[in-house]
């Protein structure tokens, strides 16, 4: 692979960053009560689901986890150059009055948010929506901001970032590739 | 003045002559063929080096569309594409508007061929009227207007006893009857070949019974009627043996194939080929074996074009609206010199199938250089090789399957009495 | 990911990819079914022709369900009589639609190849098959799949008797490719007098005893006998005697595998190939499909309409 590759965190640093995301989540909403957790699809899920594992050993309560695709939510639609696969949106609760935290792996854009809030707002009406993201690299294009941060990083546009899972989903490590 | 034309191989199946021969052309007719002739200073000398000089091709089967539809073809297109074949006689089926069941429309055929076209056309007219199958045609004043024989073609004579009657009385005055033979009502609105390719898609299929059936009954009205018969554009395995036997058994059956239907599977209409679109329908590949067998052995008599030309209007929309046919005029020599190199046919019988023997059947007073014949002579080059495209065919009409292909033959000059009614060399 | 056809006509072209791609993708449609508000964005700004030739309620209120779900305008024309008789060619038809920048044309014709044509003639524009003739019924198949595969977690090893007049199902030739394709054994039975030629060089079993098709069959799909039509007393005597032994009743139904599944592209002849004992009983999944065939329409929309070639 050519250009350079800098481990932004490590499986430690991951899993402190979800612990800080849990405790804050808790904090803000003063418990879990109503809460659920909906992970964007593909890696936001993932990342929502330890947040539940965590809240779990913290609080003893296992809070609702959905996911939703927001495929059919993209404004690119019909315009980018590849057809996206259309995956699933698993949401196996009422959103009616229920604190919404939406979980992401990178915010960048905010399209993404965007369209899973609309997707989010076509099945229910949430009492709220709060967005819990690992990794916010900047370069917005949307007026959306993340209650829940892991790690700001500042990036050039040119640059990635892979969160990468292992097989069971657990993040394990973030990458910042320069090209 | 005299014609000459020096250094050909001379091709003449009726004579049996096949050598390096001049032609001396006078007055419009074969005055001899000689080796080493010497021009005299006012002879035109036409010189065939390389090239084949062979009776000009007679077609037993065009439709010339003329009168009526001549947005698709007319005396005058359809013979410039005769000529372009090769071919200098061509005997033209009754199926215009009006049908030429009479007369006036045979005469007008044969004068305008005279007057303005490249080829001569002898008329066939329709056996009933308006080849509405119910009553004869005037058969005698016909045959003396120069009318060469009868066909409803397109169209069976589905009425058994007016098949039989029209026999009778056509053998009354030495004609033939010439049938389109496909059953109806087994044909049963089949748009293509029935067999595999038409369950998968999805089409009508039309049997080989349609045509092997009507056949049966045919030769044995013939049998029974002592008429002549020929059988148009034969195209399943099943009607070659049939004619075979009955000629074994003596009866007076004649019959033609086409060049599609020797060279062209049912595969060509996949993708709802329209181009492909004829009737009968192109078959299977034992089929196109059994045509090549029939020509072979000699049951299949003549090859005939069935040159069937439709605008792309009638041709253009859902296969299963499309018309029928496909033009062959300047595509039936090179499919037919295939044979050569398959080894089905010599090329002096490839020649006989597209001259004298065909003549022979409509009794045609052409298909051979003789002394004192007309100098209806077509030059052949075997090597020329061209493309099939709009720009190459003569014809008003470009309904052909062949679109784009590499065709190696070609006449390269024909005369027609004497007078070069084609050039390209 | 891309879908690699750029219409979709004729189930025999597609490969094992993509029928799981469009069954996954229905799959993930199916849920927005199943909301209170059953409206993406997905397609919005994507116009949608649903051209028929033919009657079918079903299939064009399927196709046009699909389209408004997922918020493209979906518009309908609807003309009883061919091209031919109303005196404007197809070409000229469709190239009109395309003139009009529609995205996607779905079409219904009684002519086979109607659709093929279409497409071989539109520059931009996919063309959609909602039936042509005696040729393909390309949805129909991948809405009887996504069906099966629902009941049965698989398609492969599975035995699936089609029983009716095959002659004439465009129904049967697009489900035989497809579910060949997957791996199933696909039996097709009916009076021989609707079992056209070559169905076993097209991959098939062919009886004419229904009893020994339906003999441990995973899946039945019954289809629909048009007495009515031009001819069809030439190939059957009666609807009486059609019941009699080619339809599905308690009694033969007990022959097939116990957790069999029963399914008919409709509208059924109740009484006729179907008893509205096993029509309306626990092994028919004939509703189902119908739902099933929304998701499907809806899946084939996107991916057509979703990707840019440009």
């Known amino acids: 692979m050519p250009g350079l590759c800098t481990i932004l965190l490590d499986n430690e640093s991951i899993r402190r960053a979800v612990t800080r995301i849990s405790h804050q989540l808790l904090e803000k909403n003063k418990g879990c009560e109503n809460m659920v957790l909906i992970g964007i699809r593909t890696g936001g899920d993932h990342l929502a689901r330890m947040i539940q594992h965590r809240i779990v050993e913290i609080e003893g309560i296992e809070v609702p986890l959905g996911i939703v695709d927001v495929t059919m939510y993209r404004d690119d639609v019909g315009s980018s150059r590849e057809l996206r696969p259309v995956g699933k949106t698993e949401i196996p609760f009422k959103l009616g009055k229920r604190n919404v935290i939406l979980v992401d792996e990178v915010l960048q854009t905010g399209r993404t948010i965007r369209a899973a809030m609309d997707a989010i707002m076509d099945i229910g009406r949430p009492a709220s929506i709060q967005l819990a993201v690992l990794i916010d690299r900047g370069h917005r294009e949307l007026p959306i901001r993340a209650d829940y941060v892991g790690r700001n990083v500042p990036t050039a546009s040119e640059e990635q970032i892979e969160v990468e899972f292992d097989s069971s989903g657990q993040a394990h490590e973030v990458r910042l590739l320069k090209p | 003045m005299k014609t000459i034309i020096k250094n050909g191989r001379v091709i003449d199946p009726a004579q049996n002559i096949d050598a390096i021969l001049d032609v001396v052309i006078s007055a419009g007719c074969i005055e001899s063929i000689a080796a080493q002739v010497q021009p005299a200073a006012d002879d035109q000398v036409i010189d065939a080096t390389g090239l084949l000089i062979t009776p000009g091709l007679v077609d037993i089967h065009v439709h010339l569309r003329d009168p009526g539809y001549e947005y698709k073809e007319d005396i005058v297109s359809g013979t410039r594409a005769a000529a372009a074949g090769g071919f200098t006689s061509v005997a033209c089926m009754p199926n215009t508007n009006p049908s030429n069941d009479n007369k006036a429309i045979t005469r007008y055929m044969i004068q305008k061929a005279e007057l303005e076209g490249y080829a001569n056309v002898f008329p066939i007219c329709s056996i009933t009227k308006g080849q509405q199958g119910d009553s004869l045609v005037e058969m005698g004043d016909l045959k003396l207007a120069g009318c060469v024989g009868f066909s409803d073609d397109g169209l069976n004579v589905e009425d058994g006893a007016m098949l039989r009657h029209a026999m009778e009385y056509a053998q009354g005055f030495d004609m033939p009857i010439i049938a389109h033979s496909e059953d109806e009502s087994i044909k049963d609105g089949g748009v293509m070949n029935e067999g595999p390719l038409s369950t998968e898609l999805g089409l009508t299929g039309n049997p080989w019974v349609s045509e092997a059936a009507s056949v049966a009954r045919d030769i044995m009205l013939a049998e029974l009627t002592g008429a002549r018969l020929h059988i148009c554009h034969i195209s399943s395995k099943r009607t070659v043996e049939l004619v075979r036997e009955a000629k074994q058994r003596g009866v007076r059956v004649t019959c033609e194939v086409t060049p599609h239907h020797f060279t062209l599977t049912e595969e060509a209409v996949r993708g709802y080929e329209v181009n492909a679109k004829v009737g009968p329908p192109l078959r299977t590949a034992a089929d196109v074996a059994a045509m090549k067998e029939g020509l072979r052995d000699g049951t299949i008599d003549a090859i005939a074009t069935d040159h069937a030309p439709h605008h792309i209007d009638d041709k253009n929309m859902e296969f299963v609206y499309a018309a029928f046919g496909m033009i062959g005029l300047e595509t039936a020599l090179p499919l037919s010199l295939r044979l050569v190199d398959e080894g089905v046919l010599s090329l002096n019988e490839v020649i006989a199938c597209l001259s004298c023997k065909p003549a022979n059947v409509l009794r045609i007073p052409r298909g051979t250089l003789i002394a004192g014949a007309v100098a209806d002579i077509a030059l052949i080059n075997l090597e020329h090789t061209w493309e099939v495209t709009r720009q190459s065919i003569r014809s008003r009409s470009f309904n052909t399957p062949f679109e784009q292909q590499s065709m190696k033959g070609k006449a390269v000059m024909t005369l027609r009495a004497g007078r070069v009614v084609h050039k390209e060399i | ?310």
């Not at chain 3, 949805?139 to 799949?145: C, F, H, I």
């Open chain 3, 1 to 310: 990911m891309a879908f690699a056809h750029k219409h979709f006509i004729s189930t025999k072209v597609l490969s094992r990819e993509d029928i799981d791609l469009i069954l996954t993708t229905a799959q993930s449609f199916k849920e927005i079914n199943q909301r209170d508000i059953k409206k993406v964005p997905t397609l919005r700004g994507k116009s949608i022709i649903n051209l028929f030739y033919e009657n079918s309620t079903r299939t064009r209120t399927s196709f046009e369900l699909a389209g408004k779900r997922m918020s493209a305008d979906t518009i309908n024309i609807t003309s009883a009589s061919s091209s031919v008789t109303k005196g404007e060619t197809l070409e000229d038809t469709a190239k009109n639609i395309e003139a009009m920048d529609a995205d996607i044309i779905v079409m219904r014709h009684p002519a086979s190849g109607a659709p093929d044509y279409l497409a071989k003639r539109l520059s931009r524009c996919a063309v959609i098959n909602a039936g042509d003739g005696a040729h393909e019924h390309p949805s129909q198949a991948m809405l009887d799949l996504m069906t099966i595969k629902e009941h049965k977690g698989t398609l492969e090893g599975l035995t699936v008797a089609i029983i009716g007049d095959i002659a004439r199902s465009r129904v049967a030739r697009s489900d035989l490719y497809a579910l060949r394709t997957m791996g199933a054994t696909v039996r097709l039975a009916g009076p021989a007098t609707m079992l056209p030629p070559g169905l076993d060089k097209l991959g098939a079993e062919v009886y004419t005893d229904i009893n020994a098709a339906i003999k441990d069959a995973d899946v039945i799909i019954m289809l629909r006998i048009q007495l009515e039509r031009e001819g069809g007393s030439k190939l059957l005597p009666t609807k009486r005697e059609y019941a009699q032994f080619f339809a599905l009743n308690p009694g033969n139904l007990k022959l097939a595998k116990p957790d069999a599944i029963i399914m008919h592209p409709g509208p059924l002849n109740r009484g006729v190939e179907i008893s509205s004992y096993v029509a309306d009983g626990k092994q028919s999944v004939i509703l189902e499909q119908v739902e099933n065939g929304v998701a499907v329409r809806m899946a084939l929309l996107y991916l057509l309409a979703g990707g840019n070639d440009a």
